[in-house]
């Protein structure tokens, strides 16, 4: 028996004797905040997924389309390149009403987030902050994450 769970509250979102990736599907889940970690989810198509926080590290993962930034930004990445993690620490504080709120956090200051919402899901490393606009470009982006965490895209070179 398989089941896909939250994984802060441990609550099954759906379950049965299907793989993983078919439950997803079948079932059409919210998977915000599940836990994906390691499940086969090759040629899904996640479009429809709710998948705020989702777990998905470690996931043998195939997006049937070129993802964009928003689904990208909605997976919790888990702990990254100290590269990738400070070109998306530069694109929070690109957005974040207060940006000189990370020089002061980097320095042992309160966490940046006070009343706003993170846009990336990851591991920050305070250590590797360095002020500065973000580098890449969006689809430049889309492929490091997916080259670092082994995702694939079909019908791209990776």
Same mark, same amino acid.
């Given at each position: 028996m398989n089941k896909i769970v939250n994984r802060f509250t441990d609550k099954i979102i759906c379950k049965g004797k299907e793989s993983v990736k078919e439950l997803a599907e079948k079932f059409r889940a919210n998977l915000s905040v599940a836990d994906l970690s390691r499940a086969n989810l090759s040629g899904v198509n996640l479009s429809w997924a709710g998948l705020y926080g989702? #777990? %998905? &590290?470690g996931a043998n993962l195939e997006f049937s389309r070129f993802p964009s930034i928003g689904l990208l930004s909605s997976i919790y990445l888990g @702990?990254? &390149?100290? #590269? %990738?993690? %400070?070109e998306l620490m530069r694109r929070d504080a690109d957005g974040h009403p207060y940006p000189e709120r990370f020089d002061e956090w980097a320095k =042992? =200051?309160?966490?940046?987030?006070? #009343?706003e919402e993170r846009f990336w899901l990851f591991n920050e490393k305070k250590i590797v902050w360095k002020p500065g606009k973000p580098q890449m470009s969006d689809k430049d982006l889309i492929i490091a994450i997916c080259?670092? @965490? =082994?995702?694939k895209i079909r019908n791209y070179k990776i």
């Open positions: 989702a #777990n %998905l &590290s @702990t990254i &390149s100290d #590269n %990738l993690a %400070l =042992g =200051g309160d966490c940046p987030y006070q #009343n080259r670092e @965490t =082994g995702w």
